[in-house]
């Protein structure tokens, strides 16, 4: 049988022992570890058909990761491959620069505006998620301004948000082992702990309110743990932020597009509308890059009555083939009624985990399919570095699991058509593979 991405007529693609070679001598990986990558070596993935994908020695894995928390209606949609090829046969790229557009991306822009939270009606589109971050806050910054307020320019984020990996988003992240490295750091980001509206009140009132121009936060913050705030959170929060005239950035680059058991988190899981909404993965499922900014009219409008040009731009905004792709990836996702699947399937996923009794899971928390599951013994947080033996370990067992970075904590995000069957294995090799490894943790 021909390799699967073996056109005939074309000389073979390498051998897998042969590309990993050239994986070795020519990639360097996000988040690349030296020592990591020469331990357990390189992977490479061929294949994806549903929640399953395939490595280049012919190996399956349930991708209970979904890509990198993206691949919401799964692997293998073969009328997406469809559209793309017919859009780029007709028309493979215009820019969005000035007055000049392309069809797909009007289309998608007013779908987007359709679906969206209530007046987030204008759309920004960018090449992925932390260019809709560094757009949001761009956008919040010049909406004070051309209202005549230049002194509020500070942006308060989560202790442990994550926004990207561009200078902006990353000063908005809080993560330090991620932000360290790189400093100094744009100034101007304040952090505070999440959850916490009394904390929250107290940096206002340290910072002074009428020099904030935004709250920008993911509404569960995902990659620094999975924290669900709680009951009463966003509302309150809300209502805080229009006391004094601060606007709302929700970052919902990993938690839109139904990932959370609702078409956008804070909108339809906690009933909050933010003013500005940064957005990406799930917009074309990864099928091609694409990220979204949705603002509201009352941000636009301003910025239109004083006469501010928004002096902004990215070659790839707007991308034809990648519009065309959105545009079919979300009637995917909306005619198989998938946001609500993700409710349902997630509900069941956390109550099966609980019931495995697993004594090194401290708790199963999360909403619709973005699931966390902080790892402890005895009340005692497994030590930091530890989370990535629980992946490994689960790897080696035919199962592909995120964790946070940083923090002890397992973090699921499988594909929003994961089966019922794919459900159940997936508790069970995580169970097993944390049994397994719980011993070599505490040095036993
Ligand atoms: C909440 C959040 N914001 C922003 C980003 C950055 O998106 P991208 O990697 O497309 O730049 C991510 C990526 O994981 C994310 O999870």
Redesign the pocket.
Request: net charge negative.
């Given at each position: 049988m021909p390799e699967p991405n073996h056109t005939p007529g074309r000389p073979a693609p390498p051998d897998p022992a042969t590309l990993k070679q050239l994986q070795a001598r020519h990639y360097l990986h996000s988040e690349h570890d030296f020592r990591v990558f020469r331990e357990l070596g390189p992977v490479i993935i061929v294949r994806g058909e549903g929640s399953t994908v395939w490595d280049s020695e012919g190996r399956a894995y349930l991708d209970a990761q979904g890509g990198?928390?993206l691949v919401n209606i799964g692997y293998g949609r073969r009328e997406l491959a469809e559209a793309a090829a017919e859009q780029m046969a007709e028309l493979p790229y215009y820019h969005t620069y000035w007055r000049f557009s392309n069809r797909p991306a009007v289309e998608l822009a007013a779908r987007l505006a359709e679906i969206a939270p209530p007046g987030l009606e204008t759309v920004y589109f960018t090449p992925?998620?932390?260019e809709a971050?560094e757009v949001a806050i761009k956008l919040a910054r010049a909406y004070h301004r051309a209202r005549g307020e230049v002194q509020r320019y500070k942006i308060l984020a989560f202790e442990n948000g994550?926004?990207?990996?561009t200078f902006g988003?990353l000063s908005a992240s809080g993560l330090a082992p991620h932000r360290d490295p790189f400093g100094p750091l744009v100034p101007g980001f304040v952090h505070v702990p999440p959850g916490d509206l009394d904390a929250l009140a107290a940096t206002l009132e340290r910072e002074g309110p009428e020099t904030v121009a935004a709250l920008l936060a993911?509404p569960i913050p995902?990659?620094g743990g999975v924290t669900v705030p709680p009951e009463g959170y966003w509302p309150a929060v809300r209502e805080l932020l229009d006391r004094h005239g601060i606007l709302l950035i929700a970052?919902e680059?990993?938690t839109g597009f139904g990932r959370c058991g609702g078409l956008w988190c804070l909108q339809d899981v906690f009933g909050v509308t933010p003013d500005l909404l940064a957005t990406?993965?799930g917009l074309t499922s990864g099928y091609l890059p694409m990220?979204a900014t949705l603002c509201h009219r009352r941000v636009v409008q301003a910025l239109e009555e004083a006469g501010m040009p928004f002096l902004h731009g990215h070659t790839y905004g707007g991308h034809p083939v990648a519009a065309r792709v959105a545009l079919g990836a979300i009637d995917i996702l909306l005619r198989e009624r998938l946001p609500e699947r993700a409710a349902i399937l997630g509900e069941r996923l956390m109550a099966a985990f609980r019931a495995t009794g697993n004594p090194h899971f401290a708790e199963v928390r999360g909403k619709g399919l973005l699931i966390g599951i902080p790892l402890a013994t005895d009340g005692r947080p497994w030590p930091q570095g530890s989370q990535f033996r629980v992946e490994a370990e689960c790897f080696r067992r035919g199962v592909i699991i995120g964790v946070c970075p940083y923090t002890p904590v397992i973090l699921l995000t499988p594909p929003l058509v994961l089966t019922e069957a794919e459900a159940d294995r997936l508790v069970e090799v995580v169970d097993a593979a944390v049994r397994a490894v719980a011993p070599a943790v505490w040095g036993g």
């Open positions: 990198l928390c992925g998620g932390a971050v994550y926004h990207g990996s988003a993911e995902a990659v970052d680059v990993l990406a993965k990220g």
